[in-house]
T-cell receptor
Framework: NAGVTQTPKFQVLKTGQSMTLQCAQDMNHNSMYWYRQDPGMGLRLIYY???????DKGEVPNGYNVSRLNKREFSLRLESAAPSQTSVYFC?????????????????FGQGTRLTVV | AQKVTQAQTEISVVEKEDVTLDCVYE???????LFWYKQPPSGELVFLIR??????QNEISGRYSWNFQKSTSSFNFTITASQVVDSAVYFC????????????FGGGTRLMVKP
């Protein structure tokens, strides 16, 4: 049972380089999320996708793009990395059920990607 | 807009003390979900509890208990007889159906339990 898988686990980039963080979930969830975690700042939402084919900005979207490739995969792209994007990135997924009263599952998280931009 | 506030950034207690972590949320919607997560030093996020807006019953799970009060928009978490293994960062989160299922976290409370 893999759950949410993120790659890579660690990455060092030079300023101006680009990269894509990959995320895949095997729980058939509709909703997927990308967060960044910085010391003392908690988890801040970058982008989310409520369902396949939709994406929306979160709290800190500047400098990032996302693609919901299919129901399983949600990637995060840094087009031109900056030192301010040094952070730990988490992907997550959850599901909202409408059988009876709406019920939301908890979010399941990947292990995180530690990104350093020098 | 939705917002979660965890006013306590750091709490330090001695083992066996009880400790309460505060969480206050803001949302305009009547249907929403509240969560607590634990992040131990290893870094992963561990789900602790989910509560929906229709269920104000308090919950107890071993040494953990949660107090949900809609009147004050609070969802507080109490650890009874704390242990060193409880040392972690704890996050409260809010999920709102009408905001495209957006999940918003508070800033987290770092709990340090000293032996």
């Amino acid at each position: 049972n893999a759950g949410v898988t993120q790659t890579p686990k660690f990455q060092v980039l030079k300023t101006g380089q680009s990269m894509t963080l990959q995320c895949a979930q095997d729980m058939n969830h509709n909703s997927m999320y990308w967060y960044r975690q910085d010391p003392g700042m908690g988890l801040r939402l970058i982008y989310y996708s409520a369902s396949e084919g939709t994406t929306d900005k979160g709290e800190v979207p500047n400098g990032y793009n996302v693609s919901r490739l299919n129901k399983r995969e949600f990637s995060l792209r840094l087009e031109s990395a900056a030192p301010s994007q040094t952070s730990v990135y988490f992907c997550a997924s959850s599901e909202l059920f409408f059988r009876g009263p709406p019920m939301n599952t908890e979010a399941f998280f990947g292990q995180g990607t530690r990104l350093t931009v020098v | 807009a939705q917002k979660v506030t965890q006013a306590q950034t750091e709490i330090s207690v001695v083992e066996k003390e009880d400790v309460t972590l505060d969480c206050v949320y803001e949302t305009r919607d009547t249907t929403y979900y509240l969560f607590w997560y634990k992040q131990p030093p290893s870094g992963e996020l561990v789900f602790l509890i989910r509560r929906n807006s229709f269920d104000e019953q308090n919950e107890i799970s071993g040494r953990y208990s949660w107090n949900f009060q809609k009147s004050t928009s609070s969802f507080n978490f109490t650890i009874t007889a704390s242990q060193v293994v409880d040392s972690a960062v704890y996050f409260c989160a809010l999920n709102n159906n009408n905001a495209g299922n957006m999940l918003t976290f508070g800033g987290g409370t770092r709990l340090m339990v000293k032996p």
